[in-house]
């Protein structure tokens, strides 16, 4: 089975900061890497697929780079409606989700 | 407009047995694959259950030989059948629909249901 290890598991951060989350991979997984948003009480939201293919509607503050087993997620300047909880999962065999990653308010 | 609901949650007493329902509508159930994915309180997102439109059907480690996936064309209705429930099983569980994919190749799906709670405890 492929593990995920994402970190950190909290991220406090100010209003306009950069913000980076990281996903290992315990085996080479290409770029077959999606990352969500999740907000409370809601089912998580699809943000990048492969790796770093935004979806559609996604603001483009959002990007995602790497391949092989070193994935990140970069929102490049925080705003209030991204205060929420980032998964990332591997779909290179069946899935496997990241621990997740809350982003809260400093 | 794709629609997800999912029913079926409830209490039930560890050992029990529990079917949840995911009702679809805006596409057909046979055309893509639908999966299962559960969240415990206060915790991450789990993978428990996929079946692919061709009628393969895959399932994590810590449900395989007690949850069985399976669909009703004719309801376009997606369900779980989920035997000999532990406190562990505790958990939101949601449906979602993706396209595409082989083998054990698949896509992220597009689509989630609101969600539904199971709750083990005696």
């Known amino acids: 089975d492929i593990q995920m290890t994402q970190s950190p598991s909290t991220l406090s951060a100010s209003l306009g900061d950069r913000v980076t989350i990281t996903c290992r991979a315990s085996?080479?997984?290409?770029?077959?890497v999606a990352w969500y948003q999740q907000k409370p009480g809601k089912a998580p939201n699809l943000l990048i697929n492969?790796?770093?293919n935004l979806e559609s509607g996604v603001p483009s503050r959002f990007s995602g780079s790497g391949s092989g087993t070193e994935f990140t997620l970069t929102i490049s300047s925080l705003q209030p409606d991204d205060f929420a909880t980032y998964y990332c999962?591997?779909?290179?065999?069946?899935?496997?989700f990241g621990q997740g990653t809350k982003v809260e308010i400093k | 407009e794709v629609q997800l609901v999912e029913t079926g949650g409830g209490l039930i007493q560890p050992g029990g047995s529990l079917r949840l329902s995911c009702a679809a509508s805006?596409?057909?159930?046979?055309?893509?694959?639908m999966t299962w994915v559960r969240q415990a309180p206060g915790k991450g997102v789990e993978w428990v259950s996929l079946?692919?439109?061709?009628?393969?059907?895959y399932s994590s480690d810590s449900v395989k030989g007690r949850f069985t996936i399976s669909t009703d064309n004719s309801k376009n209705t997606l369900y779980l059948q989920m035997n000999n429930l532990r406190a562990e099983d505790t958990a939101v569980y949601y449906c979602?629909?993706?396209?595409?994919?082989?083998?054990?190749?698949?896509?992220?799906?597009?689509?989630w249901g609101q969600g539904t709670l199971v709750t083990v405890s005696s």
């Open positions: 492969q790796a770093s």
């Open positions: 979602a629909i993706g396209y595409g994919g082989f083998d054990t190749f698949f896509p992220p799906p597009h689509y």
């Open positions: 079946i692919y439109s061709s009628g393969s059907t």
């Open positions: 999962q591997q779909y290179k065999n069946l899935w496997t």
């Open positions: 085996q080479s997984i290409s770029r077959w």
């Open positions: 805006g596409f057909t159930v046979t055309s893509n694959y």
